[in-house]
């Protein structure tokens, strides 16, 4: 069954063609990463597919919802989630507010305004169940902002969570982490439910195709190539304009 | 706990207060009142929400000159008067609404700004039916039946203070509410609530007319107070004042509005005794507060607990 497929996605920002047609579907359960140096059009791709950025042209679906025209709240109620490259947090609120935001947002109580939050005791069991489940629990009053940047690339992942999403977009997870937070968010990403279906962009190669079933090559706004971690570690093309080869 | 045992008391120094004053401080002390609804108003928008609006008084206004020309030129029933300002101040904030939350930032300032320029100036210069900026004077106090007559300063205030402590218990509701961490929120990060699933839209618009509505309530109480409405009311000079007790108080917290506007009335009283330059004085303590202490006083107060905990 598909996830998520999305058809000749065009996207211009002014002149600049960010994306040329772009195809390609992730079957449920699956992990695919993203591969593609700075401006293959990437991130650009996760705003779309988020409903961040209107579609200009082409097609969306998240399992049997044609998701092309839907405000990105509604997406995410469908079960479409998602992290940001750039720490996008809340940095005045607590860790556990943070994370009772996430699971509020995925409840149907999320605009009740009568009866305090306290009032609803199964947000804060599932929130701290979340934060005893990837290890930060002990955290959970420390506000956002004086979180380590590992342990905040954690809580976006957390948060993510917190929705019960079915598909889960994650932009480089471990952009600008050290090698041992690396290794944490890679082991948490890991412990995902293989329920959860994963597109990942990733730039550390080690962690990228560890990670995933099958990757997709993207290259100046089109899919380059696409295949298996195996078949895309063999690629030429995909060696030259992505990895360097070693004649350069 | 504290905070409570904090809240009882100011609550107790409300009540038994008036008992103390001179007729003149008891005015002063039913202004704060009123201002304070007017500046936690605009707190829900600006201190929770994070949307910045300089046209704040656009609400206070309508609600004031609905409840003013209805007295004075229809039928002075409280119910119907002060039940239209309401309804009037929330459609206000349903309209700007709809044309002000498609822009961010200094941009939502502008237009909440020419949005309540428009009403001004309408005010200003339909003058058969508002007076223009004559005002529109005699506007009775309002009579609800009770044995006591609301004409006298002591009762008034006491009415006034009814008002006031519904206002503070429905947004204390509010904030801690689903809705209420919600605007939080988005305060803290749109995006990310978006991708949450939150309908940001329209937890802003909600909060707007929210917001509309407790300021037109501000209105209502005023022109009842001063018996008198006036185009100032809908001016920039009435939304900057909300806006500096709100950042003066505290923006964000439940009550710093209301400790803002107690200290911007006692300033202004005070000051006005000395010089005719006022707005002046306002701006520079807006100015030194945004540097000095951008947290307000309800900041400095936490502050001061926080270090001698610690």
Same mark, same amino acid.
């Given at each position: 069954?598909?996830?998520?497929?999305?058809?000749?996605?065009?996207?211009?920002?002014?002149?600049?063609?960010?994306?040329?047609?772009?195809?390609?579907?992730?079957?449920?359960?699956?992990?695919?990463?993203?591969?593609?140096?700075?401006?293959?059009?990437?991130?650009?791709?996760?705003?779309?597919?988020?409903g961040?950025?209107?579609?200009?042209?082409?097609?969306?679906?998240?399992?049997?919802?044609?998701?092309?025209?839907?405000?990105?709240?509604?997406?995410?109620?469908?079960?479409l989630?998602?992290?940001?490259?750039?720490?996008?947090?809340?940095?005045?609120?607590?860790?556990?507010?943070?994370?009772?935001?996430?699971?509020?947002?995925?409840?149907?109580?999320?605009?009740?305004?009568?009866?305090?939050?306290?009032?609803?005791?199964?947000?804060?069991?599932?929130?701290?169940?979340?934060?005893?489940?990837?290890?930060?629990?002990?955290?959970?009053?420390?506000?956002?902002?004086?979180?380590?940047?590992?342990?905040?690339?954690?809580?976006?992942?957390?948060?993510?969570?917190?929705?019960?999403?079915?598909?889960?977009?994650?932009?480089?997870?471990?952009?600008?982490?050290?090698?041992?937070?690396?290794?944490?968010?890679?082991s948490?990403?890991?412990?995902?439910?293989?329920?959860?279906?994963?597109?990942?962009?990733?730039?550390?190669?080690?962690?990228?195709?560890?990670?995933?079933?099958?990757?997709?090559?993207?290259?100046?706004?089109?899919?380059?190539?696409?295949?298996?971690?195996?078949?895309?570690?063999?690629?030429?093309?995909?060696?030259?304009?992505?990895l360097?080869?070693?004649?350069? | 706990?504290?905070?409570?045992? +904090? #809240? %009882?008391? !100011?609550?107790?120094?409300?009540?038994?207060?008036? &008992?103390? $004053?001179?007729?003149?401080?008891?005015? =002063? *002390?039913?202004?704060?009142?009123?201002?304070?609804?007017?500046?936690?108003?605009?707190?829900?928008?600006?201190?929770?929400?994070?949307?910045?609006?300089?046209?704040?008084?656009?609400?206070?206004?309508?609600?004031?000159?609905?409840?003013?020309?209805?007295?004075?030129?229809?039928?002075?029933?409280?119910?119907?008067?002060?039940?239209?300002? +309401? #309804? %009037?101040? !929330?459609?206000?904030?349903?309209?700007?609404?709809? &044309?002000? $939350?498609?822009?961010?930032?200094?941009? =939502? *300032?502008?237009?909440?700004?020419?949005?309540?320029?428009?009403?001004?100036?309408?005010?200003?210069?339909?003058?058969?039916?508002?007076?223009?900026?004559?005002?529109?004077?005699?506007?009775p106090?309002?009579?609800?039946?009770?044995?006591?007559?609301?004409?006298?300063?002591?009762?008034?205030?006491?009415?006034?203070?009814?008002?006031?402590? +519904? #206002?503070?218990? !429905?947004?204390?509701?509010?904030?801690?509410?689903?809705?209420?961490?919600?605007?939080?929120?988005?305060?803290?990060?749109?995006?990310?609530?978006?991708?949450?699933?939150?309908?940001?839209?329209?937890?802003?618009?909600?909060?707007?007319?929210?917001?509309?509505?407790?300021?037109?309530?501000?209105?209502g109480?005023?022109?009842?107070?001063?018996?008198?409405?006036?185009?100032?009311?809908?001016?920039?000079?009435?939304?900057?004042?909300?806006?500096?007790?709100?950042?003066?108080?505290?923006?964000?917290?439940?009550?710093?509005?209301a400790?803002?506007?107690?200290?911007?009335?006692?300033?202004?009283?005070v000051i006005?005794?000395?010089?005719?330059?006022?707005?002046?004085?306002?701006?520079?303590?807006?100015?030194?507060?945004?540097?000095?202490?951008?947290?307000?006083?309800v900041?400095?107060?936490?502050g001061?607990?926080?270090?001698?905990?610690?």
């Amino acid at each position: 069954m598909t996830a998520l497929a999305v058809e000749r996605l065009v996207h211009d920002f002014g002149g600049l063609r960010a994306l040329a047609g772009v195809d390609f579907a992730v079957a449920r359960g699956e992990r695919l990463t993203i591969l593609g140096p700075n401006g293959a059009g990437k991130t650009t791709l996760f705003n779309l597919i988020t409903g961040i950025y209107r579609t200009q042209a082409g097609r969306i679906r998240l399992f049997d919802h044609d998701v092309t025209a839907l405000k990105p709240h509604r997406r995410a109620r469908l079960g479409l989630g998602r992290t940001f490259q750039i720490t996008t947090l809340f940095p005045g609120l607590s860790v556990l507010d943070s994370v009772l935001l996430a699971v509020q947002g995925a409840d149907a109580i999320r605009f009740a305004l009568h009866r305090p939050l306290t009032a609803y005791p199964h947000l804060f069991e599932r929130a701290e169940t979340l934060l005893g489940e990837w290890g930060l629990l002990d955290r959970r009053d420390v506000l956002t902002r004086q979180l380590s940047y590992g342990e905040q690339r954690q809580v976006e992942l957390i948060l993510a969570l917190a929705g019960s999403p079915r598909v889960l977009l994650l932009d480089e997870p471990t952009a600008g982490l050290s090698p041992a937070e690396t290794a944490a968010v890679a082991s948490m990403i890991r412990r995902f439910s293989r329920d959860i279906t994963v597109l990942l962009i990733e730039h550390d190669m080690d962690v990228a195709l560890e990670l995933a079933d099958r990757v997709t090559v993207l290259y100046q706004g089109r899919v380059l190539a696409a295949g298996t971690t195996e078949e895309i570690r063999r690629n030429r093309q995909v060696a030259e304009i992505y990895l360097g080869t070693d004649e350069g | 706990m504290k905070q409570r045992a +904090l #809240v %009882a008391c !100011a609550g107790l120094v409300l009540i038994a207060l008036p &008992l103390l $004053l001179s007729s003149y401080q008891l005015g =002063l *002390l039913t202004k704060m009142l009123i201002f304070a609804i007017f500046a936690m108003s605009l707190n829900l928008v600006l201190g929770y929400t994070g949307l910045p609006s300089l046209g704040h008084a656009a609400y206070f206004g309508m609600g004031a000159y609905t409840v003013g020309l209805l007295a004075v030129r229809v039928v002075n029933n409280f119910w119907i008067d002060f039940g239209a300002g +309401l #309804v %009037a101040a !929330a459609v206000t904030g349903a309209l700007f609404g709809l &044309l002000a $939350l498609r822009a961010q930032g200094s941009y =939502l *300032l502008m237009i909440t700004l020419a949005l309540s320029q428009v009403l001004w100036g309408i005010a200003f210069g339909w003058r058969q039916l508002t007076g223009g900026d004559d005002g529109l004077p005699g506007v009775p106090r309002p009579d609800l039946g009770l044995p006591w007559s609301l004409a006298g300063g002591l009762a008034f205030y006491y009415f006034v203070l009814v008002f006031f402590a +519904l #206002v503070v218990g !429905a947004l204390w509701v509010l904030i801690g509410s689903p809705f209420g961490r919600a605007l939080v929120g988005i305060r803290e990060s749109e995006r990310r609530m978006e991708v949450l699933g939150y309908d940001v839209w329209l937890h802003k618009y909600v909060a707007f007319i929210l917001a509309g509505l407790f300021a037109g309530l501000a209105g209502g109480l005023f022109v009842y107070y001063t018996g008198f409405v006036s185009p100032a009311y809908l001016s920039i000079v009435f939304s900057a004042m909300a806006l500096i007790m709100v950042i003066l108080g505290g923006a964000g917290t439940l009550l710093g509005p209301a400790l803002g506007s107690a200290a911007i009335v006692i300033l202004e009283n005070v000051i006005s005794t000395y010089t005719q330059r006022w707005l002046l004085i306002l701006g520079l303590i807006y100015v030194a507060v945004t540097i000095f202490a951008p947290a307000g006083l309800v900041g400095i107060v936490r502050g001061r607990l926080g270090s001698r905990a610690a």
